[in-house]
């Protein structure tokens, strides 16, 4: 089994990590203001969201072993490898009174790969973007959503879909930990080895992909997939789909390849070299 590892310069554990009250969050919480002698004002309710957040990735990290954790102040990263992995991150929300969780994979070899098939075409969409943006391939946060499709889900409450509030019960943390289970740690390891199954996420997902058509591009290479392939051809579908347009709400910027020079060259490409 795998060690759940920490960063040097972020967040760690007490040796004695705070263990959640078997009374009710909210309880419990209120009865550690208490003890704290910290009143219910604007430093104790950050005291207690910190408590909470700690306590919540301490308790994904350690359920999670086998994607090879490591804990931050606010996220965890999974995967070992410097330029190739996925994080998870949570952000506080005055505005919902919760966190919001944050998706994120990158990768570098999609960028070698696509210098070397693509070129200058590829360095010049490149050109003017952060160099922390570069490898980042897909984010997508749990309160997104489109008139064609939702976040994966976080929780299983009928509302605040993507939303963790303080005030949920005992069973909040499992709750998020079934949830991850099912989806997002499932995504985070189709996309670590640029699986068949990562162009069911594009259909599914298309605006949280950036390199949307070199990400294809790489995974019909890599996995020496047919144009006749299924996956395949919903990705055509999906463009077909959306050209058509039939309920007026899709536009030019949804096509998964977009009229780009880029995108329109990759496409070309694909159409003329996959393989059976």
Do not use: W
């Given at each position: 089994?795998?060690?759940v590892?920490?960063?040097?310069d972020l967040?760690?554990p007490?040796?004695?990590?705070?263990?959640?009250?078997?009374?009710?969050?909210?309880?419990?919480f209120?009865?550690?203001?208490?003890?704290?002698?910290i009143?219910?004002?604007?430093?104790?309710?950050?005291?207690?969201?910190?408590?909470?957040?700690?306590?919540?990735?301490?308790?994904?990290?350690?359920?999670?072993?086998?994607?090879n954790?490591?804990i931050?102040?606010?996220?965890?990263?999974?995967?070992?490898?410097k330029e190739?992995?996925s994080?998870?991150?949570f952000?506080?929300?005055?505005?919902?009174n919760?966190?919001?969780?944050?998706?994120?994979?990158?990768?570098k070899?999609i960028?070698?790969?696509?210098?070397?098939?693509?070129?200058?075409?590829?360095?010049?969409?490149?050109?003017g973007?952060?160099?922390?943006?570069?490898?980042?391939i897909?984010?997508?946060?749990?309160?997104?959503?489109?008139?064609?499709?939702?976040?994966?889900?976080?929780?299983t409450?009928?509302?605040?879909y993507?939303?963790?509030?303080l005030?949920?019960?005992?069973?909040?943390f499992?709750?998020?930990?079934?949830?991850?289970e099912?989806?997002?740690?499932?995504?985070?390891?189709?996309?670590?080895?640029?699986?068949?199954?990562?162009?069911?996420?594009?259909?599914?997902?298309?605006?949280?992909?950036s390199?949307?058509?070199?990400?294809?591009?790489?995974?019909?290479?890599?996995?020496?997939?047919?144009?006749?392939?299924e996956?395949?051809?919903?990705l055509?579908?999906?463009?077909r789909?959306?050209l058509?347009?039939?309920?007026?709400?899709?536009?030019?910027?949804?096509?998964?390849?977009?009229?780009?020079?880029?995108?329109?060259?990759?496409?070309?490409?694909?159409l003329?070299?996959?393989?059976?």
């Amino acid at each position: 089994m795998h060690a759940v590892s920490f960063s040097n310069d972020l967040f760690r554990p007490s040796e004695k990590p705070f263990r959640r009250p078997k009374q009710s969050c909210k309880a419990g919480f209120d009865a550690i203001m208490q003890s704290k002698s910290i009143r219910p004002n604007k430093k104790g309710k950050t005291y207690m969201k910190d408590i909470f957040l700690n306590e919540l990735i301490t308790f994904i990290a350690d359920n999670s072993t086998k994607l090879n954790p490591t804990i931050f102040k606010k996220k965890i990263r999974f995967g070992n490898e410097k330029e190739k992995y996925s994080e998870i991150e949570f952000e506080y929300s005055n505005n919902f009174n919760g966190f919001s969780l944050s998706l994120s994979s990158y990768n570098k070899e999609i960028c070698n790969f696509s210098t070397q098939k693509v070129g200058n075409a590829f360095l010049e969409s490149m050109e003017g973007l952060p160099k922390s943006y570069q490898n980042l391939i897909f984010t997508q946060s749990s309160i997104s959503s489109s008139h064609y499709y939702n976040a994966f889900p976080i929780v299983t409450h009928d509302h605040d879909y993507g939303i963790i509030h303080l005030e949920d019960d005992d069973t909040i943390f499992s709750d998020i930990l079934r949830n991850l289970e099912n989806n997002h740690f499932k995504f985070i390891q189709e996309i670590e080895i640029m699986s068949p199954n990562v162009l069911d996420y594009i259909v599914r997902f298309p605006s949280c992909f950036s390199k949307k058509s070199l990400v294809i591009f790489f995974v019909i290479e890599k996995n020496k997939l047919s144009i006749q392939n299924e996956k395949v051809k919903a990705l055509f579908d999906y463009d077909r789909m959306v050209l058509e347009n039939k309920n007026k709400l899709f536009s030019p910027f949804d096509l998964i390849f977009g009229r780009n020079k880029l995108d329109q060259m990759i496409k070309k490409k694909i159409l003329g070299t996959s393989l059976e």
